[in-house]
C-alpha cells in the first residue's frame, strides 16, 4: 500500500487566494483526519470524517475553513480567503476503524501564505 | 484546563544509554495512550499504543509506562542510537465515545554517537 497521499506538499500563496489541499487515505480505512501543526499550537485535530460524513469539526478554526469527502478515497481542505497565519504544515491522516485507531499519517503539505 | 505536557526542551543524551521522555496530563480521561516519532519534514508514525488499564508495553528497545494516578506516561528507548533522533508526541485517546486524539507538542532527542 502506498500509504496516504497528500498534495500538494508545498503550496506558496499571497494573501486573499483560495487553497486547496487533497488527501487519498489508505484504502479500506473508514476513517480520515486534517490536522494543522505549527511550532506554536503543535498538532492540532481540524476536522474528522468517518465514512466520509463529518463527524467533528469543532477544530476548524473558522469559516475561512471548509473540508470535504465525496467518496471513500479522496478529502480536500480548502481556506478561502487564505491568510498569512494560516501557514503551517497540514496533515491528513486515516485509521481502520474506532476502538483501534492508529492513525497513519500523510507526509503534510506545507502552506505558506505571503 | 486541560492540558498535555512533554518536555519543550530537547533531550541530548549519548548513544547506549536509555531516554526518558516524559508525557503529563491534566483533566482528562484517557481511554488509551500512543507515542508517536515524527522525523523532520515528515508525518507522525505509531509507535506503541498502552490502554488505561495497562501498566507497561514494550516493544523491542521501547518501552512505556502509564500510570493513570499520576497521570502521566514515560516512554523510554533502550540502547539508543543517533537513528532514533527525532520528535516523539504522545497522544491521549479520550474515553466516552470520543473518537479523536489529542497531541502533546512532543520533544525532540537528539543521541549523539
Known amino acids: 500500500d502506498a500509504g496516504v497521499i497528500q498534495s500538494p506538499r508545498h503550496e506558496v500563496t499571497e494573501m486573499g487566494q483560495e487553497v486547496t489541499l487533497r488527501c487519498k487515505p489508505i484504502?479500506?480505512?473508514?476513517?480520515l483526519f486534517w490536522y494543522r501543526q505549527t511550532m506554536m499550537r503543535g498538532l492540532e485535530l481540524l476536522i474528522y470524517?468517518?465514512?466520509?460524513?463529518?463527524?467533528?469539526d469543532s477544530g476548524m478554526p473558522e469559516d475561512r475553513f471548509s473540508a470535504k469527502m465525496p467518496n471513500a478515497s479522496f478529502s480536500t481542505l480548502k481556506i478561502q480567503p487564505s491568510e498569512p497565519r494560516d501557514s503551517a504544515v497540514y496533515f491528513c491522516?486515516?485509521?481502520?476503524?474506532?476502538?483501534?485507531?492508529?492513525?497513519?499519517f500523510g507526509p503534510g503539505t506545507r502552506l505558506t501564505v505571503l | 484546563s486541560q492540558k498535555i505536557e512533554q518536555n519543550s526542551e530537547a533531550l541530548n543524551i549519548q548513544e547506549g544509554k536509555t531516554a526518558t521522555l516524559t508525557c503529563n496530563y491534566t483533566?482528562?480521561?484517557?481511554?488509551?495512550l500512543q507515542w508517536y516519532r515524527q522525523d523532520p519534514g515528515r508525518g507522525p508514525v505509531f509507535l506503541l499504543l498502552?490502554?488505561?488499564?495497562?501498566k507497561e508495553k514494550r516493544k523491542e528497545r521501547l518501552k512505556v509506562t502509564f500510570d493513570t494516578t499520576l497521570k502521566q506516561s514515560l516512554f523510554h528507548i533502550t540502547a539508543s542510537q543517533p537513528a532514533d533522533s527525532a520528535t516523539y508526541l504522545c497522544?491521549?485517546?479520550?474515553?466516552?465515545?470520543?473518537?479523536?486524539?489529542?497531541f502533546g507538542a512532543g520533544t525532540r532527542l537528539a543521541v549523539h554517537p
Open positions: 483533566n482528562y480521561s484517557p481511554a488509551y
Open positions: 470524517f468517518n465514512n466520509n460524513v463529518p463527524i467533528d
Open positions: 498502552i490502554r488505561e488499564n495497562e
Open positions: 491522516a486515516s485509521s481502520l476503524r474506532q476502538g483501534v485507531d492508529t492513525q497513519y
Open positions: 497522544a491521549l485517546k479520550l474515553s466516552g465515545g470520543y473518537n479523536k486524539l489529542i
Open positions: 484504502s479500506g480505512h473508514d476513517y
